[in-house]
């Protein structure tokens, strides 16, 4: 079984998908940009603004779900520059301080809209 998910706290990057999909055990998490929950735009032409951005939106999707960061298991991070990784590791490391979930980190094209980065993770109910 499983539940279409979405909070009203972060901007929902489409309407044609949830925020989340939530199961039995696991929620997956569509991939979720920097952008500033109050003006719905993105949060800064800064990477790392993004990156710490995209985060916390996750971090209150997964709190609004019952669930949060702590229980995520794994992070995909798709960035549209390759030589950021200096400054996601920076910003990964101030939200998993400790037990960091599994990560990939693939190079993607250009999103619209000046987003940099979007990330999708899936994570323990």
């Known amino acids: 079984m499983k539940n279409n ?18 199961t ?17 735009q ?33 992070t995909t991070i798709f960035m549209v520059t390759g030589n950021d990784f200096s400054i996601i590791n920076k910003v990964y490391g101030e939200f998993f301080p400790e037990n960091a979930p599994a990560r990939s980190t693939p190079q993607v094209m250009p999103f619209p809209a000046g987003i940099l980065i979007s990330v999708e993770c899936i994570a323990l109910v």
């Open 5 to 22: 998910f979405n909070t009203q706290k972060v901007a929902r990057m489409s309407t044609f998908f949830p925020q989340a999909v939530i």
């Open 24 to 40: 039995d055990k696991f929620i997956f998490l569509s991939g979720t940009a920097g952008i500033d929950p109050v003006s719905g």
């Open 42 to 74: 993105v949060a800064s032409d800064s990477f790392e603004d993004q990156a710490r951005q995209a985060f916390a939106n996750i971090k209150t999707i997964l709190e609004e779900a019952g669930s949060g960061l702590d229980k995520i298991i794994k």
